[in-house]
Protein backbone atom coordinates (compact mmCIF):
# COMPACT_ATOMS: atom_id res chain seq x y z
CA UNK A 1 0.00 0.00 0.00
CA UNK A 2 1.43 3.35 -1.00
CA UNK A 3 2.06 5.95 1.51
CA UNK A 4 -0.68 8.41 -0.49
CA UNK A 5 -3.52 5.73 -0.21
CA UNK A 6 -2.66 5.11 3.78
CA UNK A 7 -2.72 8.80 3.96
CA UNK A 8 -6.15 9.51 6.62
CA UNK A 9 -8.26 11.74 5.76
CA UNK A 10 -7.38 15.57 7.42
CA UNK A 11 -9.65 15.84 10.28
CA UNK A 12 -12.32 18.73 9.58
CA UNK A 13 -12.11 21.59 12.16
CA UNK A 14 -15.35 21.07 14.61
CA UNK A 15 -18.57 23.51 13.39
CA UNK A 16 -19.19 24.31 17.14
CA UNK A 17 -16.51 25.36 19.54
CA UNK A 18 -17.57 25.16 23.39
CA UNK A 19 -15.47 27.08 25.75
CA UNK A 20 -15.95 28.11 29.50
CA UNK A 21 -14.81 31.56 30.93
CA UNK A 22 -15.59 31.08 34.45
CA UNK A 23 -19.31 29.98 34.95
CA UNK A 24 -20.09 31.58 31.51
CA UNK A 25 -20.19 29.16 28.18
CA UNK A 26 -19.26 30.62 25.23
CA UNK A 27 -20.77 28.99 22.00
CA UNK A 28 -19.03 29.73 19.11
CA UNK A 29 -20.89 29.31 15.06
CA UNK A 30 -17.23 27.82 13.33
CA UNK A 31 -18.03 27.53 9.55
CA UNK A 32 -17.04 30.94 8.51
CA UNK A 33 -16.16 29.86 4.99
CA UNK A 34 -19.81 29.16 4.93
CA UNK A 35 -20.63 32.59 6.76
CA UNK A 36 -21.69 30.15 9.51
CA UNK A 37 -24.75 29.36 7.74
CA UNK A 38 -26.75 26.78 9.89
CA UNK A 39 -26.41 23.78 8.26
CA UNK A 40 -28.39 20.44 9.83
CA UNK A 41 -24.98 19.69 11.49
CA UNK A 42 -24.62 22.75 13.11
CA UNK A 43 -28.39 23.08 13.95
CA UNK A 44 -28.11 19.62 15.77
CA UNK A 45 -24.59 20.53 17.75
CA UNK A 46 -26.38 23.69 18.84
CA UNK A 47 -29.28 22.05 20.49
CA UNK A 48 -27.14 19.06 21.63
CA UNK A 49 -24.94 21.66 23.65
CA UNK A 50 -28.19 23.89 25.02
CA UNK A 51 -29.80 20.38 26.27
CA UNK A 52 -26.16 19.51 27.89
CA UNK A 53 -26.00 22.66 29.61
CA UNK A 54 -29.95 23.00 30.47
CA UNK A 55 -29.03 20.84 33.92
CA UNK A 56 -25.50 21.81 34.34
CA UNK A 57 -25.29 23.75 37.69
CA UNK A 58 -21.75 24.68 36.43
CA UNK A 59 -22.65 27.08 33.89
CA UNK A 60 -24.78 30.14 34.75
CA UNK A 61 -24.54 31.83 31.39
CA UNK A 62 -24.65 31.19 27.91
CA UNK A 63 -22.73 33.84 25.41
CA UNK A 64 -23.13 32.57 21.69
CA UNK A 65 -20.62 34.38 19.35
CA UNK A 66 -19.35 33.12 15.62
CA UNK A 67 -15.78 33.35 13.82
CA UNK A 68 -15.57 34.87 10.86
CA UNK A 69 -16.81 37.92 9.30
CA UNK A 70 -20.39 36.76 9.21
CA UNK A 71 -22.35 36.19 12.60
CA UNK A 72 -24.74 33.53 10.69
CA UNK A 73 -25.95 33.75 7.20
CA UNK A 74 -29.32 31.85 8.09
CA UNK A 75 -30.07 28.22 6.42
CA UNK A 76 -27.29 26.24 4.57
CA UNK A 77 -28.98 27.03 0.79
CA UNK A 78 -26.97 24.78 -1.19
CA UNK A 79 -27.65 22.01 1.50
CA UNK A 80 -31.25 22.24 1.14
CA UNK A 81 -31.12 22.92 -2.80
CA UNK A 82 -29.16 20.13 -2.68
CA UNK A 83 -32.44 17.73 -2.23
CA UNK A 84 -34.45 19.35 -4.60
CA UNK A 85 -33.82 15.72 -6.78
CA UNK A 86 -35.33 13.64 -3.79
CA UNK A 87 -38.62 12.21 -4.87
CA UNK A 88 -40.48 14.47 -3.11
CA UNK A 89 -38.32 17.69 -4.49
CA UNK A 90 -37.25 18.27 -0.90
CA UNK A 91 -40.69 18.63 0.87
CA UNK A 92 -40.09 16.31 3.86
CA UNK A 93 -36.36 17.17 4.16
CA UNK A 94 -36.96 20.94 4.26
CA UNK A 95 -39.93 20.26 6.68
CA UNK A 96 -37.08 18.21 8.70
CA UNK A 97 -34.77 21.02 8.78
CA UNK A 98 -37.03 23.55 9.30
CA UNK A 99 -38.56 22.05 12.56
CA UNK A 100 -35.21 21.21 13.50
CA UNK A 101 -33.83 24.59 13.77
CA UNK A 102 -37.21 25.83 14.94
CA UNK A 103 -36.64 23.22 17.97
CA UNK A 104 -33.36 24.67 18.77
CA UNK A 105 -34.45 28.23 18.31
CA UNK A 106 -37.68 27.41 21.27
CA UNK A 107 -34.32 25.63 23.08
CA UNK A 108 -32.48 28.89 23.88
CA UNK A 109 -35.59 30.44 24.87
CA UNK A 110 -36.14 27.49 27.65
CA UNK A 111 -32.84 27.10 28.67
CA UNK A 112 -32.82 28.24 32.25
CA UNK A 113 -29.80 30.42 31.87
CA UNK A 114 -29.16 33.85 30.53
CA UNK A 115 -28.45 33.40 26.66
CA UNK A 116 -26.58 36.63 25.26
CA UNK A 117 -25.69 36.89 21.42
CA UNK A 118 -21.78 38.22 20.59
CA UNK A 119 -22.66 39.61 16.94
CA UNK A 120 -19.93 41.03 15.36
CA UNK A 121 -21.04 40.79 12.00
CA UNK A 122 -23.97 40.68 9.16
CA UNK A 123 -26.90 38.36 10.81
CA UNK A 124 -30.05 37.47 7.98
CA UNK A 125 -32.73 35.25 7.74
CA UNK A 126 -31.98 32.24 10.45
CA UNK A 127 -29.14 33.81 11.85
CA UNK A 128 -30.82 37.19 12.76
CA UNK A 129 -33.52 34.62 13.80
CA UNK A 130 -30.83 32.97 16.79
CA UNK A 131 -29.97 36.60 17.87
CA UNK A 132 -33.56 37.49 18.08
CA UNK A 133 -34.11 34.48 20.14
CA UNK A 134 -31.47 34.93 22.29
CA UNK A 135 -32.38 36.93 25.93
CA UNK A 136 -30.11 39.60 25.68
CA UNK A 137 -27.65 40.66 22.58
CA UNK A 138 -24.40 42.81 22.24
CA UNK A 139 -23.75 43.60 18.91
CA UNK A 140 -20.41 45.24 16.99
CA UNK A 141 -20.83 48.84 15.24
CA UNK A 142 -19.62 46.68 12.20
CA UNK A 143 -22.48 44.70 12.44
CA UNK A 144 -25.72 44.11 10.33
CA UNK A 145 -29.31 42.51 10.53
CA UNK A 146 -31.72 41.53 7.87
CA UNK A 147 -34.14 39.21 6.70
CA UNK A 148 -33.66 39.13 2.87
CA UNK A 149 -35.23 35.80 2.04
CA UNK A 150 -38.24 37.87 -0.08
CA UNK A 151 -35.17 38.44 -2.35
CA UNK A 152 -34.50 34.99 -3.61
CA UNK A 153 -38.72 34.13 -3.44
CA UNK A 154 -38.43 32.55 0.19
CA UNK A 155 -40.32 34.74 2.34
CA UNK A 156 -38.63 34.47 6.14
CA UNK A 157 -41.86 32.91 7.83
CA UNK A 158 -39.50 31.08 10.75
CA UNK A 159 -37.17 34.32 11.43
CA UNK A 160 -40.62 36.35 11.39
CA UNK A 161 -41.97 34.71 14.93
CA UNK A 162 -38.88 35.56 16.90
CA UNK A 163 -38.02 38.52 15.14
CA UNK A 164 -41.80 39.84 15.33
CA UNK A 165 -41.43 39.11 19.29
CA UNK A 166 -38.68 41.76 19.63
CA UNK A 167 -39.42 44.77 17.77
CA UNK A 168 -42.52 46.97 16.61
CA UNK A 169 -45.04 45.26 14.15
CA UNK A 170 -43.73 47.83 11.51
CA UNK A 171 -40.17 47.74 11.72
CA UNK A 172 -40.61 43.91 11.30
CA UNK A 173 -42.84 43.98 8.55
CA UNK A 174 -40.49 46.62 7.15
CA UNK A 175 -37.10 44.02 7.30
CA UNK A 176 -39.57 41.27 6.06
CA UNK A 177 -40.70 42.83 3.24
CA UNK A 178 -38.00 44.63 1.66
CA UNK A 179 -35.42 42.12 2.78
CA UNK A 180 -32.93 45.27 3.59
CA UNK A 181 -30.07 45.50 5.74
CA UNK A 182 -30.61 47.44 9.48
CA UNK A 183 -27.27 48.52 11.02
CA UNK A 184 -26.30 47.90 14.40
CA UNK A 185 -27.46 51.48 15.53
CA UNK A 186 -31.02 51.00 14.08
CA UNK A 187 -31.20 47.65 15.68
CA UNK A 188 -30.57 49.04 18.94
CA UNK A 189 -33.15 51.70 18.34
CA UNK A 190 -35.61 49.15 17.88
CA UNK A 191 -34.80 46.71 20.75
CA UNK A 192 -33.15 44.20 18.33
CA UNK A 193 -30.13 44.37 20.03
CA UNK A 194 -29.19 45.96 23.74
CA UNK A 195 -25.82 47.52 23.24
CA UNK A 196 -23.66 48.36 20.11
CA UNK A 197 -20.00 48.40 20.99
CA UNK A 198 -16.70 49.17 19.15
CA UNK A 199 -15.46 46.14 16.32
CA UNK A 200 -13.67 43.48 18.04
CA UNK A 201 -15.21 44.08 21.70
CA UNK A 202 -18.50 42.61 21.52
CA UNK A 203 -17.54 39.30 22.32
CA UNK A 204 -15.57 40.30 25.75
CA UNK A 205 -18.54 42.85 26.23
CA UNK A 206 -21.38 40.08 25.30
CA UNK A 207 -19.16 37.74 28.28
CA UNK A 208 -19.14 40.33 31.08
CA UNK A 209 -22.93 41.04 30.43
CA UNK A 210 -23.29 37.57 31.13
CA UNK A 211 -21.29 37.50 34.01
CA UNK A 212 -23.32 40.50 36.00
CA UNK A 213 -26.21 38.30 35.53
CA UNK A 214 -24.61 35.17 36.60
CA UNK A 215 -23.46 36.80 40.05
CA UNK A 216 -27.43 36.93 41.02
CA UNK A 217 -29.45 33.68 42.66
CA UNK A 218 -29.55 31.14 39.33
CA UNK A 219 -32.71 29.82 41.06
CA UNK A 220 -34.14 33.38 40.61
CA UNK A 221 -32.97 34.04 37.21
CA UNK A 222 -34.60 30.61 35.89
CA UNK A 223 -37.72 31.71 37.25
CA UNK A 224 -37.93 34.91 35.87
CA UNK A 225 -36.59 33.81 32.62
CA UNK A 226 -39.52 30.92 32.57
CA UNK A 227 -42.09 33.71 33.60
CA UNK A 228 -41.04 36.77 31.13
CA UNK A 229 -41.55 34.28 27.93
CA UNK A 230 -44.97 32.58 29.22
CA UNK A 231 -46.59 36.04 30.48
CA UNK A 232 -45.64 37.47 27.25
CA UNK A 233 -48.27 35.59 25.27
CA UNK A 234 -51.18 35.68 27.75
CA UNK A 235 -53.80 38.50 28.22
CA UNK A 236 -53.24 41.26 30.47
CA UNK A 237 -55.60 39.91 33.38
CA UNK A 238 -53.67 36.37 32.55
CA UNK A 239 -50.49 37.80 32.98
CA UNK A 240 -51.09 39.56 36.08
CA UNK A 241 -52.55 36.77 37.77
CA UNK A 242 -49.54 34.36 36.71
CA UNK A 243 -47.12 36.59 37.71
CA UNK A 244 -48.42 37.36 41.39
CA UNK A 245 -48.66 33.40 41.69
CA UNK A 246 -44.71 33.42 40.49
CA UNK A 247 -44.40 36.18 42.64
CA UNK A 248 -45.90 34.04 45.88
CA UNK A 249 -43.39 31.11 44.88
CA UNK A 250 -40.12 33.18 44.77
CA UNK A 251 -41.00 34.77 47.92
CA UNK A 252 -40.96 31.01 49.52
CA UNK A 253 -37.67 30.66 48.08
CA UNK A 254 -34.78 30.41 50.20
CA UNK A 255 -32.83 32.76 48.29
CA UNK A 256 -35.73 35.60 47.93
CA UNK A 257 -35.55 34.89 52.11
CA UNK A 258 -31.53 35.65 52.08
CA UNK A 259 -31.22 38.46 49.60
CA UNK A 260 -34.44 40.62 51.42
CA UNK A 261 -32.50 39.82 54.25
CA UNK A 262 -29.36 40.95 53.12
CA UNK A 263 -31.02 44.01 51.70
CA UNK A 264 -32.54 45.30 55.21
CA UNK A 265 -28.99 44.61 56.84
CA UNK A 266 -27.16 46.25 54.61
CA UNK A 267 -24.96 43.32 53.53
CA UNK A 268 -24.11 40.69 50.41
CA UNK A 269 -26.32 37.56 49.86
CA UNK A 270 -25.29 34.34 50.14
CA UNK A 271 -27.24 32.69 47.14
CA UNK A 272 -27.96 29.03 47.37
CA UNK A 273 -29.61 28.56 44.09
CA UNK A 274 -32.71 27.49 45.53
Not at 168 to 193: D, F, W, Y
Amino acid sequence: MSAQTARAPAPQPAILLQENIGSIRVLTLNRPAARNSLSEGLIAELHAALTEIHDDNSVRAVVIAANGPAFSAGHDMKELTARRSDSDRGRAYFGQVMNACSAMMQAVVHLPKPVVAAVQGIATAAGCQLVASCDLAVASEAAGFATPGVDIGLFCSTPMVALSRNIPRKQAMEMLLTGEPISAAVAKNIGLVNRVVAAGTERDAAIALAQKVALKSAYTVKLGKEAFYRQAEMSLADAYRYAAEVMTENMMARDAEEGIGAFIEKREPKWQDK
